[in-house]
């Protein structure tokens, strides 16, 4: 497939950038919420007006009330959330959640999906359970219990979490620590008794929370999938994520990107704009190639996920690895064309470096993809 839009996914790039702009904007909402101290770090009525939109239910079945889209689209979407830096649940919720559910039993899409195409619901994904992402060790326990199951453990910066209606929570229902086999996902309610959130606020300013599992009981119904056979969808979430993560990444090199030309097109250094100066040129030049060039990975990513090829996986990675390091070089660039004035809070240039270095972390960094693409690739 090429690697552009086509002209249904154009208008809704056009129709999301005009919202995200106008209604997502960052002093709208990441400085308003940041500024109050919310403790969402996101604002709920833009989370119904997503719902409006069709945002929230992109990824849902048409069965169920969603618009059946796929990852193309959410990237789309998450491009210019990323480009705005509009602190959002998209991605956790209507992306990897919402892939998650799609294995679920009818009854369990009936519970939780309406809510989310609604904009009513907000879910959260509690997979790692240490200070970096490593899904290969699941240590957190679901023992048999009457006809559900006990949950036992804790997971670390799950995103979100406190806020959550439903965490899909990745635990251990028989094996070793690291085995393939042997995973279970849950859908676990907000006022589950025995779990404890402990919320955090992450350099970006959004919100985090570190969960522990004490006992927590379950119904069979709480269960995503088959028992024991969780990796698969485990994998598919993490892959929507990643793949979702990557388009964002790219709106935040993208913003960063604008943001930075503009200014070199306004400062006067020397009785000259300084966007003049050659030097510059070269390095806005050498940073707008390589931004063209993870946008196309993440389309391709996202393009063969829906396509479900065989090596979605090794493209995934690609991707997340080439837009966080394209995502560092843009922010890092914007803050020194920027001068001592990047460092400022009165500048916008500051706040995208922020978010590159959470979103940079989620599911992974550069350094565990290049790996991951390694062992993929059979080096």
């Known amino acids: 497939m090429p690697l552009y839009l086509n002209e249904d996914q154009q208008m809704l790039a056009d129709t999301a950038s005009e919202f995200m702009s106008e209604q997502g904007s960052i002093e709208k909402q990441l400085r308003h919420w940041r500024d109050k101290g919310c403790k969402d770090g996101f604002g709920h009525e833009l989370w119904g007006q997503f719902a409006e939109m069709g945002f929230t239910g992109m990824m849902v079945d048409e069965d169920h009330g969603g618009l059946g889209m796929g990852h ?17 649940p998209f991605l956790t919720s209507s992306v990897m959640a919402a892939s998650a559910l799609g294995a679920g039993s009818d009854d369990l ?19 790692d359970e240490g200070p970096k992402h490593n899904p290969q060790e699941i240590k957190t326990r679901a023992e048999k219990s009457g006809n559900g199951f006990r949950l036992t453990g804790a ?34 309610p907000k006022d589950a008794a025995n779990m404890k959130q402990d919320p955090v606020r992450l350099v970006d300013s959004s919100m985090a929370s570190h969960v522990t599992f004490d006992g927590v009981e379950l119904d ?27 388009a964002e990444g790219v709106g935040v090199a993208g913003g960063a990107f604008d943001r930075t030309t503009e200014y070199l097109k306004q400062r006067k250094q020397f009785g000259k704009l300084i966007g003049e100066f050659q030097a510059l040129q070269h390095r806005a030049a ?17 393009q063969m996920l829906d396509e479900d ?44 470096m922020k978010r590159d270095r959470a979103l940079h972390e989620f599911l992974g960094d550069h350094y565990f993809h290049a790996d991951r693409v390694a062992k993929l690739s059979g080096y």
């Open 72 to 88: 193309v689209e959410a990237g789309i979407v998450l491009e210019q959330i990323g480009r705005n830096l509009t602190p959002s």
């Open 109 to 127: 899409k009936g519970r939780w999906l309406p809510g989310l195409v609604e904009g009513k619901s907000v879910f959260a994904i509690a997979v």
């Open 155 to 188: 997971k670390t910066f799950v995103i979100q979490g406190a806020s959550a209606d439903m965490l899909v929570v990745a635990a251990r229902t028989s094996g070793d620590d690291s085995d393939d086999e042997g995973i279970t996902l849950f859908a676990v």
């Open 220 to 246: 069979g119904d709480a269960v995503i999938g088959e028992v024991d056979g969780g990796r698969e969808v485990l994998n598919r979430m993490l892959n929507a994520g990643r793949a979702g993560a990557a």
């Open 286 to 302: 050498h940073l707008y190639s390589e931004l063209e060039i993870a946008r196309a990975t993440a389309i391709k990513a996202a």
């Open 309 to 352: 090829a065989d090596k979605a996986d090794l493209m995934v990675s690609v991707a997340k690895a080439k837009v966080g390091k394209v995502a560092r070089l843009a922010v890092q660039e914007g803050v020194q064309m920027h001068g001592g004035i990047g460092m400022t809070d009165e500048y916008d240039i500051g706040l995208f």
